[in-house]
């Protein structure tokens, strides 16, 4: 169950979202929303913040788009009246919680151990390229700061969107060129000298094993600028600020690059993958993930095939405009991913939706699960809110323990929204009135109640 958490990190004021949403936004009498049709059970969730505080809009990524809704027993505080049973005192108590948590500020989800990249893009190569052709015209166009760290042309910029340009107009090249960051995980392992040759990540391991590749020196594959971030991380280590990091750094980079490479470690490669998938909007470049079960020192790693490959899908000349993970033999979509097997080389897997591309004698191309190109510029959405709760339903669960959770959640400000992973299509216990009521109470407390479903494949198909 990957992309759990990554893709439910609050609230969103992205236009995307609301479209997507917009039909379901004002139906303030439904508490229980489904994530139906998701590409396991948990991969099509995002929640991203506003400034504007709490967004009831919830997103998916299923494609048809399919949202369930269930009317519980109770409604919305704001549509709630004393009916006279002597209940008010008890929904007053629920109304003066849900106006505290409305006002809660978002926590700040913390700062990334590693440094930003920041601009990566060298005009070496230009001014190579200029003094051989005594171009007076490139010459012009090179940069004067002393670091010579700074882009060919120099659009308008913006805080909120990145102008797209042309690549390569100016500076005479002819290759693609791909950017590969490299977070660390099992990939960079190598022979580590001062743990007695211990297989661990080592810096700057990566940048020498590619720069014995064969491969890349082929006239077909692109034109490679590798970035180690420092400390190199589990990819159980990384979270929000991290995904954050990743997502700046492509936007620094944007206009620089054909397309982007991100390396990393497989345990919450779904996750990451599925978030940058919503942070980066309208996006028009690929961006693909990949990693390696066994280490890029080993004989026999998957290691080399997994990079050759997401090169190739980063720089083909009809790309694939999205977030997306390669590994072993087949190109899938991000937010449709999920970790299938901790010991095999085929380790990822898009339930709910075939791949892509898949890769043998020839790469075969689903070309109608395309998505149509960006009809915008860039925008890069970093806010994100982890006030959420994840739960998956066991029998016997005891109720009491989640309206405890709910209740001090709400109380402290510290919950926001609660996912359910639910049997089947998205069955609950029926006759069990502590449940239905505790969902209400949520709902009361202006927290957000999603339902999905356990099943690997298939839909959450409410009021089966």
Known sequence: MQ???ANAFAFSKCSCYKRVCSSIATRRHHSLLSVANSPSPWTGLILLSSTRGVCPRPVTTALPLYIGLLRVKGRMTSTTKDDGSGGSSKRNGNDTIARALTKSKCPNPGQSLQTPAGLLFQNDSIADLARQRESYELEQLLPKDPDNFTEVVKPPTSEFFIPQVKLHDADGSTRKRVLVLCTGGTLTMAPNPE???????????????????????????????????????DSSDMGPPDWALLANDIKANYLHFDGFVVLMGTDTMAFTATALSFMLENLSKPVVFTGSQIPIAQPHSDARRNLVMALIFASRDVPINEVTIFFHDRLIRACRSSKVNTGALKAFDSPNIPPLATVGI?????????????????????????????LRLVPGFDDQILRHMIKAGAESGSLRALVLQLYGTGNAPSVKKDLVTCLEEATELGILVIAATQCHRGSVMMGT
């Open 195 to 233: 743990k007695d040759g211990a297989l661990s990540p080592v810096p700057g391991a990566l940048t020498d094993y590619l720069k014995s590749m064969v491969e890349l020196t082929n006239d077909k594959m692109p034109d490679v600028v590798v970035h180690e971030y420092s400390p190199l991380l």
């Open 362 to 390: 020839t790469i075969n191309e689903n070309h109608h699960l395309f998505l149509p190109p960006a009809r915008g510029v860039l925008r890069v959405h970093d806010k994100m809110d982890t006030r959420l709760l994840a």
């Open 3 to 5: 992309s759990l958490v």
